[in-house]
């Protein structure tokens, strides 16, 4: 498949469990940890998927999504994003902000991975 | 039957008999041996000069034309007195406290001094009391010409009598009442005289009455059944007459000059006002006693036809009783020459106090420039003032013809001074009225006195034309002085008085309203009508800019080189001075200006001392004692600006809780999402791996066990999150209970270190200095040392040296202790250390092991011991120093 994915985490045993999960769908995997270079990590590699978390060091989750749906180029990009805060307002503000897919943390691996398929399909 | 002559031989014994009493109270008052003369019953007895020969002659005629009406005339007054306390009292207190030397000084100081309306109301009461002394010489002549023997007749011509008793009153007046002048313008010696006379009228009212009674009738009973049978006692009463003359006596009562000036001038102390409420009354009850027998008596044994006027002197003649009949001529004469004497000083005081000495005043220049001795003006324009008040009233006399009866004529006067009365009463009682209201109620009210009760007194085709009577000026009917407005079937006098006294009343209220009072209209308003109110004087002077030579000499040309020199000196010795020239102080400034109203009145004595003081009529006094006016509108915006205050104040709590519980709000979210991230993110590993696990054949053993590691490694970082968030929310909560123990604090240290799993296991070395000697301490031991062991732990994850170390120290600082953890770390970048004591506040947490709560449990503890933990960054790495308090060091000592 050589499709692209970039996992925007900073938790790093989360980052082994999506790694472990995406690439043995024959993803191909980045990560990244830093929040505030996530934008100019994603214009670099032009992923097909980004997988975001919420909080980040340096620049949180809904500004990162605004900022790439600001671009028209990222504007259909597939962005599935992961959030530990499980409040309500949240979901609302990523939705607002164009948010492909929101999901609350602990996911379980069927549900993430449907989700990811479901993604791939409708951009393509 | 005595002559003339030996009647005049009595009347010119008896006023020197008076003139000697005036003589020695005057001079017993000057050496201060006077305090006799001013008593209650002498202040009494000289209110009793509102008993004229118009009361003493004049009632028994009213009575025996009207009946019961004359009651009406003692019946006003003793309202008045009955009802002292309400407005007496305090037309009184002002006109004490204001030096008012008259009614028209009083107006015009109510009125912000104005002399304009000072000089309106001289004219007006020389004008209306002018036909009260032609009352007077009316009676006089009449009660002379009773004795002239019908044999000789005009051997004293009426005219010729009426002139000779005026010139004798003339003098008399001047004699008395001009010998002198002083500040409070009193006259001891006059007081005396007519509370002499006072008695002299009632013993000879009473002495006719007695007489005709027991020595006429025979006794009360056959009295009365005269009474009945005569006329007297079937004339039925008039209502509105009875009221509107009831009003009008009292109104008169207030406003004449004369009662003013022994009512208020001449009072020494307000208490005796007290005592003349009853005894004033009485002693009109008294003079009202034997009215009716004698008018009855009268009426039956004179002939038809005699005027009844003089019923007191003709029923003792006709009965033979010659010396009764001269103890009655006495006493008329007694009530005309007071009437006289204290009408004709109050009316020369306000005229040349108001009239002559401004005009000549500003002929002369103003203030200190004054030539020559004021006084001399002062007293030739008194005297001179005195002539001509009775030559008027001699002229009206004549010119009238005496054709009136006594009663018409006194009520004549009794409505012109009566206009008086709103401008007083309103100027007692109502702050609102102004000077210009007072000015054009007073003119209005004149106005229509004169038209319809003084010109038409002369009768007739006299002054006002009989068309005028029938038809109204220049035909207009509504303009008929008896029937003005149409309003026909009035009695005169009621007629007039309703309509002079409720138009004055309606324009003085209405210009009131529509006119703004001056600052010091204002002032001197709040200061009658609050008298009660105010201690003192408030207005005064500005002192400093006034000179005390140029205050001399005003004052020597005003009262005199000798009164002022005692003055100044008086005054100079007072404040401690040698010599003659005081300081200018206010309150020298105001005795000074109460000296010389007595001599110019108020007005003239303001604007000359406002002259010499810069031309200020309105000091720094003033304006506080307008303030002071103002003081409820100011109170009351003050109460409103308190109110605005307070309401903006609880507005601005409310915004502050309002941001306060925002804030917390938002705490609460953030804590609240936080919690739930610290929570989800392990169980998100856990799940993720368990699931791993279960669903993956494939998996080797390395990966298996990694995972299981991972699995259980977030299972003791879920657990340690559990255990801080709850001790965490204990210890905020302080519902922790220390548990104190006395130990060593190089143990606790030690201890500590032991916990965190040795000085050696890990590679952060930890070096404990010991102190030397033993630290002991009581405190809770094992909450010191999860302090101790946070902050080794800490070190032993966060410091990043190629070898790491640590170093714990303790050091002595003042009374307490510190303990220092100093790592060789890289130090905490500035803008993250005022938030490492935060909740949920992580710095470089690589494993993400740490929660956030470490040393916020740190600082917790440390407050509840009494203590602290601070940062502080290191060249060489960070120092985290635990402070002990004093108390915890030495409560084991």
Known sequence: ?124 | MISVNQLLGVSLAYVAFLFAIAFFAERASIRGKGSWLRSPMVYTLSLSIYCTAWTFYGAVGYAARSGMEFVTIYLGPSLVMIGWWWVLRKLVRIGRAQRATSVADLISARYGKSNLLAIVVTVMAVIGVTPYIALQLQSVTLSLSIFSEPGQPDSLSQAAAAFWVAVGLVLFTVLFGTRNLNANERHDGVVIAIAVEAVVKLVALLAVGVFVVWGVAGGIGPMMERIDNSTIGEWSMDRSRWAALTVLSAAAFLALPRMFQVMVVENEDERHLQIASWAFPLYLMLMSLFVVPIAVIGLDILPAGSNPDLFVLTVPLAEGQGGLATLSFLGGFSSATSMVIVATLALSTMVSNHVVMPVWLSTQGTGAQVSGDVRNVVILARRASILMIIFFGYVYYRLSGGGAALAAIGLISFVGVAQFLPAMLGGIFWRGATRWGALAGLIVGFAVWVFCSLLPSFGPDAVLSAAVFEQGIGGVSWLRPQALFGIEGIDPTVHAMVWSLSLNLAVFVAVSLATFPTPLERLQGAQFVNIFDHSTQARGWDAALATSEDLMIMAQRILGPADALSLFRAEAKRQGLTGHLPEPTQGFLQTLERELSGSVGSATAHAMISQLVGGTSVSVEDLMAVADESAQILEYSNRLEAKSAELSRTARQLREANQKLTALSVQKDAFLGQISHELRTPMTSIRSFSEILRDTDTLDQAEKTKYASIIHGETIRLTRLLDDLLDLSVLENGQVSLNLENGNLNDVIAQAVLSAGGAHTTRLRIHHMQSDQDVPLSTDLDRLRQVFINLITNAQKYCVAATPELTVEILQQGGGLQVVFHDNGVPIPSEARALIFEKFSRINDKDGSGAGLGLAICREIMTRLGGDITYEPRADGNAFIVHLPGRVALAAQ
């Open chain 1, 1 to 124: 498949m050589g499709k692209h994915v970039l996992l925007v985490e900073d938790e790093i045993n989360i980052i082994e469990a999506m790694q472990f999960l995406l690439s043995r769908e024959g993803w191909d995997v980045d990560t990244h940890s830093d929040g505030a270079t996530a934008v100019d990590k994603v214009r670099a590699m032009k992923p097909d998927l980004v997988v975001l978390d919420y909080m980040l060091p340096g620049k949180n989750g809904i500004d990162i999504l605004s900022e790439l749906r600001a671009d028209p180029e990222f504007a259909r990009l597939p962005i599935l994003m992961l959030t530990a805060r499980g409040q309500g307002r949240d979901r609302e503000q990523a939705e607002k902000a164009g948010v492909s897919r929101f999901m609350t943390k602990p996911f379980s691996n069927t549900e993430v991975m449907t989700a990811v398929r479901d993604l791939v399909q409708l951009a393509q």
